[in-house]
């Protein structure tokens, strides 16, 4: 069959971008149709996605792909999937959102939630049920948190939502409903159980759909505003991280994973959960993947730390400092630990790693390049270390890590990432989600076929990957 032209809709927590993708075989391209920001906003009772901006946005460049797609040999678009970071939600009552979507980062995520789910839930019986590493922010803590979803009759993850915008159909998407919380690890469907015991309304979840399966047609407006009439919706995995697993180009089975963007999403690709007391006290997950796969990772933190930092000091010439950081002497900086929940919210991240310095009775980096140094030798540090726990607690040899996502391009951390862990990385592709949002649809609408293996080799034999040896 020939190739095919879709669209992907790629929201990640700090922007957002709309993918024209050509797909089939010998062929897998992108090209942008549209990137825009992604800005959280502050109201007095917390901080928020600006969900109605965010879908301005895709429906502008969905609107842009079509016009992309019109240049493509296939002519028009076969589909749209939609994919965004995991855990958040809007609630709904007789299909109207009720307020404004709670950002992860939201302070008031640490609160209540937790301790009520472990009144209700031990830990660790949660985890032998659920199988997910412990995020304050996890769904079924942020519902537990205060009383909101009680006035709601419909819950939809961001994705999810999205899509009951464009089609009217209410679903919600597997490989994302596995980081709510509550869905069973063994069977990936609701535990009603749970639900139940947790005092929420098993009406507020809806019937659940796989990635590659129809959702349905835009809506009559919809099609108007982006000029594509009927346009079909595929589910493709909606959380951002298992579509970015299908684009990791993995050679062999000895092979773990950073995707690295915001987060750095650090693991490996299992055929079945681990569920042990070590992983649990490690704070491992086994979220659900495209075609029944487990994400086995952890979350460590990602470029969020650099990013605030650059914020803070008011500097975009991150290009700049990463060269400078280069020639900062490698033992001569602190590695501090990223994952102090210190450097979860937004702020001043140089003053966070100062705190932690001086608590920690180590000297504080004192100029740009070196605070850049230690963020890095620090990141890498954090995901050798968590390469480490992964390749212990799941028996699984890996001989080589590959780097994807935005971070990829960060050189030199790729270069800490081979030195930290002894291991080759390879590096790429940038937009691994995109593509595995397109290669899920692709192969739904017949272009390409087979399995992860086939999809991923489609990645290797149409992206350039840089590879790093290690050198200490
Ligand atoms: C990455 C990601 C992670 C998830 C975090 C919060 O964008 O989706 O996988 O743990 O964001 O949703």
Redesign the pocket.
């Known amino acids: 069959m020939a190739a095919v032209s879709v669209a992907a809709v790629d929201l990640?927590?700090s922007s957002g971008r709309v993918m024209l993708g050509e797909v089939g075989s010998g062929v897998l391209r992108l090209t942008a149709a549209a990137r825009f920001g992604n800005e959280p906003v502050r109201t007095p009772d917390g901080l928020h996605w600006n969900l109605l901006e965010l879908y301005r946005q895709a429906i502008a460049g969905l609107a842009a792909a079509v016009r992309l797609a019109a240049d493509t040999p296939a002519g028009r678009l076969a589909s749209v999937g939609i994919d965004s970071?995991?855990?958040?939600y809007g609630l709904l009552r007789d299909g109207r959102l009720l307020g404004q979507p709670f950002h992860?980062r939201d302070e008031r995520r640490g609160g209540a939630g937790p301790a009520a789910v472990h009144a209700a839930v031990p830990a660790a019986d949660l985890y032998a049920r659920n199988g997910l590493q412990f995020?304050p922010?996890n769904t079924v803590f942020q519902l537990a948190a205060d009383d909101w979803h009680r006035d709601a009759d419909r819950l939809l993850l961001v994705p999810d939502l999205l899509a009951y915008w464009l089609t009217g159909e209410a679903r919600t998407e597997r490989t994302n409903a596995s980081?709510t919380g509550l869905l069973d690890v063994r069977t990936g469907s609701w535990d009603g159980d749970l639900i139940d015991r947790l005092g929420f309304a098993r009406s507020l979840f809806t019937d659940l759909v796989d990635p590659g399966d129809p959702l349905g047609a835009v809506l009559p407006g919809v099609g108007e505003a982006v000029g594509a009439p009927g346009l079909p919706v595929v589910a493709v995995g909606s959380?951002?991280?298992a579509s970015a697993v299908v684009g990791v180009p993995f050679e062999r089975a000895e092979s773990a994973y950073v995707s690295l963007?915001?987060?750095g999403?650090v693991g490996l690709e299992l055929d079945a959960p681990v569920l042990t007391e070590e992983s649990r006290l490690a704070n491992f997950t086994n979220e659900g993947g495209v075609d029944g796969t487990v994400r086995y990772l952890t979350?460590v933190m990602g470029t969020w730390l650099l990013s605030e930092t650059l914020r803070t000091w008011g500097r975009d010439d991150l290009t700049a400092l990463l060269a400078a950081a280069a020639d900062v002497p490698a033992g001569s900086v602190p590695v501090v630990d990223v994952q102090d929940p210190r450097f979860v919210p937004p702020g001043d991240m140089p003053a966070r790693i100062a705190a932690w310095c001086e608590e920690h009775d180590v000297p504080a980096p004192t100029d740009p390049a070196s605070t850049v140094r230690c963020i890095l030798e620090s990141l890498a540090a954090a995901y050798a270390r968590a390469l480490a726990t992964a390749t212990r607690l799941s028996g699984r040899l890996v001989e080589v890590v590959h780097v994807v996502g935005g971070g990829s391009q960060n050189t030199l951390l790729c270069q800490l990432v081979a030195d930290r862990t002894g291991l080759p990385v390879v590096a790429g592709p940038v937009e691994a989600t995109a593509l595995g949002n397109v290669l899920v649809q692709g192969r739904s609408a017949g272009a390409v076929t087979g399995g992860l293996g086939a999809l991923r080799a489609l990645v290797r034999d149409t992206h350039d990957l840089r590879r790093h040896e290690p050198t200490r």
Not at 85 to 88: G, H
């Open positions: 990640g927590a970071w995991a855990v958040d992860y995020l922010f980081t959380h951002d991280t963007g915001t987060w999403l979350n």
